[in-house]
């Protein structure tokens, strides 16, 4: 699935609501593509603890001054990738401190949506985002991680 197909806009980034976080994202490919990989052997969308949200960066995170990653949301099971999307390091980490820091005293989470042309396939609420470098190690800082939870 080609990463073009793809459209990412964020909520609650940058502003004093303290509302839940919401990334969503759009897709605009092949019918029945995106649904086929979202769900499991027999047909069911796939639920949120089915799936996981990552960040791989392309280059270092101090190497330039906007850099390059890509998110991936993949099923958890299989490991299988459901989608891909390029995306810069200064679109991605202040939604993950918003997310962060919306959470109070509760561990922090957020919302993704994907939808279909504009229509919504699935949500998903999530509390791990996982970042990673360049050379695919875990940058725990940037990371979100629920407390409790060890990797």
């Given at each position: 699935m080609?990463?073009?197909?793809?459209?990412?806009?964020?909520?609650?980034?940058?502003?004093?609501?303290?509302?839940?976080?919401?990334?969503?994202?759009d897709f605009r490919g092949p019918e029945g593509l995106l649904r086929d990989r979202l769900s499991d052997g027999g047909g069911e969308l796939l639920a949120a603890s089915d799936i996981d949200v990552a960040y791989r960066l392309r280059e270092p995170l101090?190497?330039?001054?906007?850099?390059?990653?890509?998110?991936?949301?993949?099923?958890r099971y299989t490991g299988d990738f459901v989608l891909e999307l390029n995306e810069t390091a200064t679109d991605?980490?202040?939604?993950?401190?918003?997310?962060?820091?919306?959470?109070?005293?509760?561990?922090?989470?957020?919302?993704?949506?994907?939808d279909v042309e504009g229509d919504r396939l699935v949500a998903y609420d999530k509390d791990t985002f996982l970042?990673?470098?360049?050379?695919?190690?875990?940058?725990?800082?940037?990371?979100l991680i629920p407390s409790g939870v060890e990797l």
């Open positions: 080609r990463r073009d197909y793809f459209e990412l806009t964020v909520e609650g980034v940058g502003d004093d609501a303290r509302a839940t976080p919401l990334v969503r994202i101090a190497a330039a001054d906007d850099p390059d990653g890509v998110v991936a949301v993949t099923n991605v980490l202040p939604f993950i401190h918003a997310a962060r820091d919306s959470a109070g005293d509760e561990d922090a989470h957020y919302r993704v949506e994907i970042v990673y470098d360049h050379e695919g190690n875990l940058l725990r800082n940037e990371s």
